[in-house]
C-alpha cells in the first residue's frame, strides 16, 4: 500500500476538528482575519497615527501646549521624525513578522503531517490476579521508554519533515466501574513495548485492541453527545511548583512492614470503581521524552538550596555572617530534588475526562473526586498537582472576561473532548496554536509538565493485590507459565512423524 501523504487540505480539516460543529471553522477563520487586518492597517496607518497624535492643536485643545509655544514645536518635530522613521521601516517590519508567521504556520503543517503518517495503534495491558512486581518495575519501563527518543538530525527534517518527538499516551479508564489499562504506541514500536513491559511484569497479557473511545465513548462532538443525552466534564492537571520538585513517589508508600504496605494506585481505583454503570471516566497521562537539558534553566535555583543559610550575628562586633546548617527537612528536600532531577523525565500531559446521562451527572465527582485524587501525590515542601483552571471545563458569568459564558463553556467541553480523543499532546508552534483556536477559546492554555521516571511509575503502573477493587479491574484468570521442566526436546525423526501422524 502507498504511503500516505499528508496536504494542506488535510491539515485544514484536522485543525476544523477542533473546533465546534455548530460554528464550524468560522470562529477561527474571523479571529485570524480580525488579526490581519488589524496588523495591516497598523503598519500602514501608524505614521499618519504617530503624527497626529504628537500633533501640538491637538494638545491645543485642552489649552496645555499652544500650537506656537516651544513645546509645541517639540510635539510637532517628534511627531514628524517619528512618523518619517516610521515611513520608512513599517514594510521591514511587516516583512520580518510575514515572514515569522509564515515559518511557524509551515512548521505547523508539516509536524502535523509528520505526527500523522506514523500510524499508531492501542494495547490493551491486562492485569493477572497476583501482580509480583510493584512500581519499580514500571519506572524500570519508563527508563526504556526514554531511551526511544527522536530529534531532527538536519535542516530537511526539521522544515521539510517536520519531525518532532514523538509521545506515546498511557491511559486508565473505567468504563461502568470495570477498569482497564491501555497504551497508545506507534505501530513499529510494538514490538520494542511490548518486550519492555513483559520483561518486568512477565504474567500481564498486552493484546491490540480497538480504539475504546470510537467504541465505548459516546461518538461525535459535543453537541451530538449532548443530543444523545450525555454531559461530560474535563480537565487538564499542572504542577505547582517548578519541575525540579518531585512529587510524592512511590518510595514513599513503601514500608519495612509488610502490612503497611499501600498502591500509590489505591484511591484512583477506588474511585474509578465507585462510578455507575451508565458512567465513563478516562485519564490520560501522554508522555515524550527529554533529555537532561531541561534542567539547565533551573540550575541556578537548585545551587542556592545548596548553599548553607548566612545570617547576621547581632553579639558580634563586626557583624561576620554565621554559616547556620540546614534543619532535617531541608536536606531531605535538596536530596529529592536531586534524584528527580537525576533520573530520565518526560514531557507530560495530564487530561481526563468525565461522561455521564444528563440526569445523573455530578461534575462535583469529577472536579473534587477525580481532581481530588492527586492530592495523595503532593506535599508541602515538595511539588503537588493543581488544577489548571483555564482548560477545566467550568465557566461562570464572574469568570473572566464575563461574557458569553455559555459559548465558553460549550467551546471549552469541545475543546477537552477533541484533545483527548486524538490524544494531543502539545501544539509546538504559535501558529499552530492559533489556527486551532476559536474566537472564545484560545489554544494558548495548555501545558506540558515534567515528570521523571520515578513519578511517571507512580502514576501508571499495574495495580497489585495491595489495591481493593480487584474484582473491578479486568484481569487475566490464568497465569502465564513455562514448559515443564524434562520435557523431552531432542527425539528421532521417527517420533516426529509418529506426532505428524496422530
Do not use: C
Not at 504617530?50 to 506656537?68: E, H, K, Q
Not at 515569522?100 to 509551515?106: G, P, V
Not at 526514554?146 to 479508564?173: C, D, K
Amino acid at each position: 500500500m502507498a504511503e500516505k501523504k499528508g496536504n494542506f487540505k488535510d491539515f485544514k480539516q484536522n485543525r476544523k476538528k477542533s473546533n465546534d460543529s455548530g460554528s464550524g471553522d468560522t470562529g477561527s477563520a474571523w479571529f485570524i482575519l480580525t488579526i490581519v487586518l488589524i496588523m495591516v492597517v497598523f503598519f500602514i496607518f501608524g505614521g499618519s497615527v504617530l503624527r497626529i497624535v504628537f500633533s501640538p492643536d491637538i494638545s491645543a485643545v485642552n489649552g496645555t501646549i499652544g500650537s506656537g509655544s516651544f513645546a509645541g514645536g517639540v510635539f510637532s518635530v517628534v511627531g514628524t521624525l517619528l512618523s518619517a522613521i516610521w515611513s520608512g521601516v513599517w514594510w521591514l517590519l511587516f516583512f520580518i513578522l510575514s515572514v515569522a508567521f509564515a515559518r511557524s504556520a509551515w512548521m505547523a503543517w508539516r509536524q502535523q503531517i509528520f505526527i500523522e503518517d506514523a500510524p499508531q495503534v492501542v494495547l490493551e495491558i491486562r492485569i493477572p490476579r497476583l501482580i509480583e512486581t510493584g512500581p519499580r518495575g514500571m519506572d524500570q519501563f519508563f527508563h526504556s521508554l526514554n531511551r526511544l527518543i527522536n530529534t531532527a538530525g538536519h535542516t530537511a527534517e526539521v522544515y521539510y519533515h517536520g519531525e518532532t518527538t514523538r509521545n506515546y499516551s498511557f491511559e486508565m479508564v473505567s468504563i461502568g466501574g470495570e477498569i482497564h489499562f491501555y497504551a497508545r504506541v506507534f505501530r513499529k514500536h510494538v514490538g520494542l513495548i511490548s518486550a519492555a513491559l513483559l520483561s518486568y511484569y512477565r504474567d500481564i497479557e498486552i493484546e491490540e485492541v480497538e480504539d475504546y473511545v470510537d467504541t465505548a465513548f459516546p461518538q461525535g462532538n459535543y453537541t451530538d453527545i449532548y443530543n444523545q443525552g450525555y454531559q461530560l466534564w474535563g480537565t487538564e492537571m499542572t504542577l505547582a511548583k517548578p519541575p525540579y520538585y518531585p512529587i510524592k513517589s512511590y518510595l514513599a508508600f513503601e514500608t519495612p512492614e509488610e502490612t503497611a504496605q499501600v498502591d500509590p494506585l489505591s484511591v484512583f481505583m477506588e474511585v474509578l470503581a465507585k462510578i455507575k454503570k451508565t458512567e465513563i471516566v478516562g485519564i490520560q497521562y501522554i508522555v515524550s521524552p527529554i533529555d537532561g537539558k531541561w534542567v539547565a534553566p533551573y540550575e541556578e535555583e537548585i545551587e542556592e538550596m545548596k548553599d548553607p543559610k548566612r545570617k547576621l550575628d547581632p553579639e558580634s562586633a563586626f557583624g561576620f555572617p554565621l554559616m547556620t546548617p540546614k534543619t532535617r527537612g531541608e536536606q531531605e528536600q535538596l536530596e529529592a530534588i536531586e534524584r528527580n532531577i537525576d533520573k530520565p523525565a518526560f514531557r507530560t500531559v495530564i487530561r481526563f475526562l468525565y461522561f455521564s446521562p444528563q440526569e445523573t451527572f455530578y461534575d462535583s465527582f469529577a472536579r473534587r473526586g477525580m481532581v481530588g485524587s492527586f492530592n495523595q501525590y503532593g506535599t508541602r515542601d515538595l511539588n503537588a498537582f493543581v488544577n489548571n483552571v483555564f482548560m477545566q471545563t467550568r465557566v461562570e458569568v464572574w469568570f473572566k472576561p464575563y461574557v458569553f459564558s455559555n459559548t465558553r463553556l460549550r467551546l471549552r467541553r469541545q475543546r477537552i473532548l477533541d484533545l483527548y480523543k486524538r490524544r494531543v499532546f502539545h501544539i509546538e508552534t504559535f501558529m499552530g496554536r492559533l489556527l486551532s483556536s476559536h474566537v472564545f477559546n484560545w489554544l494558548f492554555n495548555s501545558y506540558w509538565i515534567i515528570l521523571n521516571t520515578e513519578s511517571m511509575a507512580t502514576l501508571f503502573h499495574p495495580p497489585t493485590e495491595l489495591t481493593l477493587t480487584a474484582p473491578h479491574t479486568q484481569r487475566v484468570e490464568s497465569k502465564r507459565g513455562g514448559a515443564q521442566a524434562g520435557l523431552p526436546i531432542y527425539q528421532e525423526e521417527s517420533a516426529l512423524d509418529r506426532f505428524m501422524d496422530n
